[in-house]
Nanobody
Framework: QVQLVESGGGLVQPGGSLRLSCAASGFTFSSYAMSWHRQAPGKELELVAVISSVGSSTNYADSVKGRFTISRDNAKNTVNLQMNSLKPEDTAVYYC?????????WGQGTQVTVSS
């Protein structure tokens, strides 16, 4: 079965960095686009970044452009989100996501808290 497992969240001070990882299994990882989403308390789910199946194309939310970088390793079935210059407004639960077989799949989420 399809599984997405995130890791790497935590507490960081403003201006700091974190690297999130998502380990995928149960499908042909290199054939599908992957994305990261986030949901802050009381707010709607937001698309943060998306990467194409072979990693040649990426897109970012305006709020994270220039600070976050999405990447993938198709040999290891992982997708990463490098987050730099973190701000308090980046505080949210971050989810790994893919869409295949006409269904959406989500990881369990990892909490990122940016606070001094």
């Amino acid at each position: 079965q399809v599984q997405l497992v995130e890791s790497g969240g935590g507490l960081v001070q403003p201006g700091g960095s974190l690297r999130l990882s998502c380990a995928a299994s149960g499908f042909t990882f290199s054939s599908y686009a992957m994305s990261w989403h986030r949901q802050a308390p009381g707010k709607e789910l937001e698309l943060v970044a998306v990467i194409s199946s072979v990693g040649s194309s990426t897109n970012y939310a305006d709020s994270v452009k220039g600070r976050f970088t999405i990447s993938r390793d198709n040999a290891k079935n992982t997708v990463n989100l490098q987050m730099n210059s973190l701000k308090p407004e980046d505080t949210a639960v971050y989810y790994c996501h893919t869409f295949l077989f006409s269904r959406q799949y989500w990881g369990q989420g990892t909490q990122v808290t940016v606070s001094s």
